[in-house]
């Protein structure tokens, strides 16, 4: 991938950006399995890799520079403020789109806001894409003063840019650096980006979480809709489930499911997608904690659990609920292979069947993993 701001040192967040794509791919399949040769598991299916470029589909950016020239970016490993509008990770029009908001902020001249000296109003832009090239644009600010200034400027804004399909204002007045704080102002549109995977359709709300890389986040999916398609399953659960991806990919008209997610934005786009399918009178997703859930039904074990944690992973005492509960299969995606290794010591009634990665973050040591396990 050619990278004007990696060339010129400005950005090192590609930190494996010089080696070749293929090289990449190799190391990352040799540290998959050097975690996981202490549980001897079979052969690694062939990786399914990303394109080198244009694959992102969520830009993050905090909101740096002046009043009259704002900089949608990073400040980067030399403590310059560096607008990343033209990442090459994002497509095109993602691309002119963060240009054009970038040089819209700065008509509205809103200040930057400042962690340390604790001034100013604006903090984050976010802009999420889907497949069809619509876009959710979401503003975070220190106080809800700037907000009817923003509001007022949206009509040229959208008749100018008719791919942004809502707009929202988040509210987070505390003086950290946390994106988001709980208050929530819809502007414009009714904040529901719809993505469709697989022929799937999965929503998106502002504060729930979506894959970032759509086109491996598709092969993700399939995998595991075509390894469960293979066992005898009436009942099983997806833990930590998001807006429903696992979940209702691995579902047929034989199978309940249970989803359990304790971002009550996710579970409503889960909601509406099993609606969407018809199969709601099959399905039961539910605002909860994970190890809670697990915790209060050890007696209605199902025969398969999904299980997608943060980075974090499972954790000793879900990991002894599972075991506890005893299901027959469980399918494990981790974005964290050494979390992963240490849940899968604290399985130990479980042996791998298939295992396969999932190159979702090119340049980066991030990956995804999927795994099938069976009781022994």
């Not at 904040?191 to 092969?219: E, M, S």
């Not at 997703?285 to 994970?290: E, G, M, T, V």
């Not at 943060?310 to 494990?332: F, K, M, V």
Request: proline share 6%; charged share 15%.
């Amino acid at each position: 991938m050619h990278c004007p701001f990696y060339e010129a040192n400005q950005c090192r967040s590609c930190n494996f950006l010089e080696q070749p794509y293929s090289v990449q791919l190799q190391n990352k399949e040799a540290a998959l399995q050097a975690l996981l040769a202490p549980f001897s598991p079979p052969p690694l299916l062939n990786s399914i890799s990303s394109e080198a470029q244009y694959f992102r589909n969520k830009a993050k950016m905090v909101v740096l520079g002046s009043t009259e020239k704002p900089l949608l970016g990073i400040t980067n490993h030399r403590g310059q403020a560096l607008s990343l509008c033209e990442c090459p990770l994002y497509p095109d029009d993602m691309q002119q789109l963060l240009t054009v908001l970038e040089q819209w902020l700065g008509q509205l001249a809103i200040a930057p806001y400042h962690i340390k000296q604790r001034s100013g109003e604006l903090k984050y832009l976010l802009l999420n894409r889907n497949e069809q090239g619509q876009f959710m644009l979401r503003l975070v600010l220190r106080s809800t003063n700037a907000m009817a200034k923003i509001r007022d400027s949206l009509p040229p804004l959208l008749a100018a840019q008719p791919s942004i399909t809502s707009v929202s204002v988040n509210i987070q007045p505390v003086a950290m650096a946390i994106i988001e704080g709980p208050e929530e102002h819809v502007l414009c549109g009714d904040n529901w980006l719809r993505h469709t995977l697989n022929g799937i359709p999965l929503y998106q709300r502002p504060k729930g979480f979506f894959q970032t890389n759509p086109t491996v986040a598709a092969q993700l999916y399939a995998a595991a809709q075509q390894w469960t398609a293979e066992l005898d399953i009436r009942h099983y659960w997806d833990l930590f489930c998001g807006s429903g991806g696992f979940g209702l990919h691995c579902l047929n008209t034989e199978r309940q499911l249970v989803g359990i997610e304790i971002e009550a934005e996710a579970i409503a786009c889960a909601k509406r997608s099993a609606d969407e399918m018809g199969l709601a009178a099959q399905v039961s997703f539910q605002a909860l904690d994970s190890s809670a859930f697990a915790s209060a039904a050890t007696d209605s074990a199902p025969q398969l659990i999904i299980i997608n944690p943060p980075r974090r992973g499972l954790g000793a005492a879900l990991c002894a609920q599972i075991e506890q509960l005893a299901p027959q299969h469980l399918l494990y995606s981790s974005c964290n292979a050494q979390s992963l290794a240490s849940d899968l010591g604290a399985l130990g009634n479980y042996h791998i069947q298939r295992l396969q990665l999932f190159d979702m973050f090119p340049h980066t040591a991030h990956y995804e993993v999927l795994v099938l396990l069976s009781r022994k």
